[in-house]
């Protein structure tokens, strides 16, 4: 684009020369600068925001300006102006360029206005509006991804209808986003409620889709009953053992895998939460937990799982020195999940990388347990920009990448943590809007699931 500005600023002269080159100064004609006191041009930014239809404009101040005017034209020469920009004048320092075509460069030629007179230079900036969006392709995500399952997050209900059809065509597992969790399925003491969970493993079952079971042990889903719990330690962690023991029973051989526990560590420090299983059952009870797991299920896997493992450098040590230490003691562990909860816009590769090979350097599996990329992380927007939507693309391709990459021996699961965007949790947990999934609400796919695909190639 520099370049074609360039060629033709020798066939028209020093101004669009000047403009391209400098733009921080105006030029004379003879390529001079310009005179104290003279009207100058205003210095125009690269436009921003650029989309299918139109782009932001913004631009510096300019002494004595008392309006800027605008031209728009969709050839260099500045022959073929496009209404109603021939020319727009106001008195701002941003401006939307609007109603554009798709796929189409367009020149900006900005002059300073001060009351009848013109600056007798101009500066110059070009952009080209995105192409029109194709529809994404269909192809099955599971049809794709032969090397690993790929994992969506459900609730009972939302398994009928155009969550059965999208399930069914695309995922080959599954997990519960709170129906396995201790506060549903032991509500009250010695009174279980598997309602719920029955379901989704039968569903799973029916569907043959695998069943990752979701979180035996978590802080933030633990019943009242057992945080006022009234016995002794004693009593306490003999009830914690009959509730893994009767949970993983109930679902032996036919849930693949378990979250036993979940946010164990502390944000920043890796010390121990302070849970009240900690609490009761000392700073062993995620081994106790881990050996009742194995005791119920000789086959099941057994995963820790947390999040900002990627960015917490502190908590995925704690994690993986907990690791090395279960293994070196044959203390049953097989992997590590990382929830994934991330921004289009970071982590950035390498340090997603750089984790996961932590993970996978050691006889460990990794999984991707609960991935949503963020579109809207500052709460600036209030829609899905199709620019944001691309780089949204763009991040789901990478972590697919990442992930794709990691030797066989450490594959296990890729788990997208929601289907269609307005049914995500982020909505709640941050209070306001965002579209972090590879659905749109008419479950058609977005480009983040073309990302996905895309990953895989
Ligand atoms: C969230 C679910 O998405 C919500 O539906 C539920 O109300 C609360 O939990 N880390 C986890 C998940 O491990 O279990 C959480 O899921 C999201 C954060």
């Known amino acids: 684009m520099k370049e074609n500005m360039i060629r033709s600023a020798w066939k028209q002269g020093w101004v669009l020369v000047c403009a391209v080159v400098l733009m921080v100064s105006a030029c004379g004609e003879d390529g001079s600068k310009e005179e104290a006191g003279e009207l100058l041009p205003p210095t125009v930014d690269t436009p921003t925001d650029v989309a299918g239809d139109q782009f932001v404009l913004t631009w510096s101040k300019v002494t004595g300006a008392t309006k800027f005017q605008i031209e728009v034209a969709i050839d260099e020469d500045f022959s073929q102006l496009v209404e109603p920009y021939d020319p727009w004048r106001l008195n701002a320092t941003r401006f939307t360029v609007t109603e554009l075509d798709y796929g189409t460069t367009y020149y900006v030629r900005m002059r300073t206005e001060r009351d009848d007179e013109l600056s007798a230079y101009s500066n110059v900036v070009v952009a080209t509006t995105l192409d029109e969006p194709g529809p994404e392709p269909t192809t099955a995500l599971k049809e794709v991804a032969t090397t690993f399952a790929v994992g969506m997050a459900v609730q009972t209900s939302r398994l009928t209808g155009e969550h059965h059809e999208v399930l069914t065509r695309e995922f080959d597992q599954i997990t519960a986003e709170w129906e396995m969790k201790m506060s549903v399925m032991y509500p009250t003491e010695g009174v279980y409620d ?41 009593e306490f962690e003999a009830m914690v053992k009959e509730y893994i023991t009767t949970v993983v029973t109930r679902y032996k051989g036919r849930v693949r895998s378990w979250d036993v526990v979940n946010e164990a560590f502390q944000d920043g420090s890796g010390q121990l939460r302070n849970t009240v299983f900690r609490q009761k059952m000392g700073d062993d009870y995620i081994e106790k937990c881990y050996q009742w797991t194995r005791d119920a299920d000789p ?19 704690a994690s993986l020195d907990m690791a090395d230490d279960f293994v070196a003691r044959d203390v049953p562990i097989d992997g590590i999940g990382f929830q994934m909860h991330i921004a289009y816009n970071g982590p950035d590769r390498a340090t997603i990388e750089g984790a996961a090979k932590k993970v ?65 949790w982020l909505t709640d947990f941050h209070g306001y809007v965002d579209w972090p999934l590879m659905y749109n609400d008419d479950f058609s796919v977005k480009k983040a699931h073309t990302g996905f695909l895309q990953g895989l190639e």
């Open 360 to 424: 996978t350097d050691r006889d460990l599996l990794l999984h991707f347990s609960e991935l949503d990329i963020r579109a809207n992380p500052n709460d600036n927007m209030s829609s899905l920009t199709e620019q944001r939507a691309i780089d949204q693309q763009a991040k789901y391709k990478e972590v697919v990448e990442i992930y794709n990459a990691i030797p066989e021996t450490s594959k296990f699961a890729l788990t997208v943590w929601g289907m269609i965007d307005s049914e995500t």
């Open 194 to 234: 598997f309602t719920r969970s029955d379901q989704i493993v039968e569903y799973g079952e029916a569907n043959d889709i695998a069943i990752h079971g979701h979180a035996l042990i978590w802080h933030s889903s633990t019943p009242t009953w057992v945080e006022d719990f009234a016995g002794t330690n004693e």
């Open 299 to 317: 086959d099941v896997l057994i995963f820790y799982n947390d999040y900002n493992m990627t960015t917490d450098a502190a908590k995925l040590k």
